[in-house]
């Protein structure tokens, strides 16, 4: 399986302020996924972020509070934009390797708004 | 209605005792069925999954799967204190919604010595 890493691991940020969280896969991956989970909550999907062209984000979830990049098949960064203390969640990117069922995840951000 | 739905627990049970963990779903288009394991701190790791109906063994875990119920299983046997984690049942979603992965909340699963 893919070796995921994030960056950073954990962070405490200032109400309006944005933070950019990285992720990168030791091998090359077609899709790559931004989840969301909230304390004692599942995992819920921010956006499918896409090589080479938009992100494509799930309901609820828009570019211009969680701007994606994906320069290339190894890396991602999520933004998290002016942000509140309703974001303080851990954020997780995940790559889809041996088909698009299985995925495997990184380690986490632990975001923290104050 | 959600489409995946698992007891958040929390369960505990003593070593050595057979765990069960149980997940229900509502679309019957699904047909590979996952499990993960999180520990604290950690971000999900996959256990095991299964394609379809049936059992699949491996190790202490064997994943069991009903699709005329709508109903998915995860048995730990022989537990131990090392099992204590958070398990998250997962589906991946087809079509328009290819990769995309459906998660239960979860259930917090405390073996203890």
């Known amino acids: 399986s893919a070796v995921i890493s994030q960056k950073p691991s954990r962070d405490i940020c200032q109400r309006g302020t944005s933070l950019t969280i990285q992720c990168q896969v030791d091998s090359q991956v077609t899709m790559m996924f931004w989840y969301r989970q909230q304390p004692g909550q599942s995992l819920t999907l921010i956006a499918t972020a896409n090589q080479g062209s938009e992100a494509t984000y799930e309901s609820g979830f828009v570019i211009d509070k969680f701007p994606i990049s994906r320069p290339n098949l190894t890396f991602s960064t999520l933004t998290v934009s002016n942000m509140s203390p309703e974001d303080s969640s851990i954020y997780l990117c995940?790559?889809?390797?041996?088909?698009?069922?299985?995925?495997?995840f990184g380690p986490g951000t632990r975001l923290t708004v104050t | 209605q959600k489409e995946v739905e698992q007891d958040p627990g929390p369960l505990s049970v003593p070593e050595g005792a057979i765990v069960s963990l149980n997940c229900t779903y509502s679309?019957?288009?699904?047909?590979?069925f996952m499990w993960y394991r999180q520990y604290s701190r950690k971000g999900p790791e996959l256990l095991m999954y299964t394609y379809s109906s049936g059992n699949k063994e491996d190790g202490r875990f064997t994943a069991q799967v009903d699709k005329s119920s709508k109903y998915i299983s995860l048995f730990i046997r022989d537990s131990q204190p090392s099992d204590s984690a958070t398990y998250l049942c997962a589906m991946p979603g087809g079509g328009s919604t290819l990769g995309r992965l459906y998660f239960g909340r979860g259930t917090q699963l405390t073996v203890w010595p």
């Open positions: 995940s790559v889809a390797d041996r088909g698009v069922g299985e995925q495997y």
């Open positions: 679309n019957s288009a699904f047909q590979y």
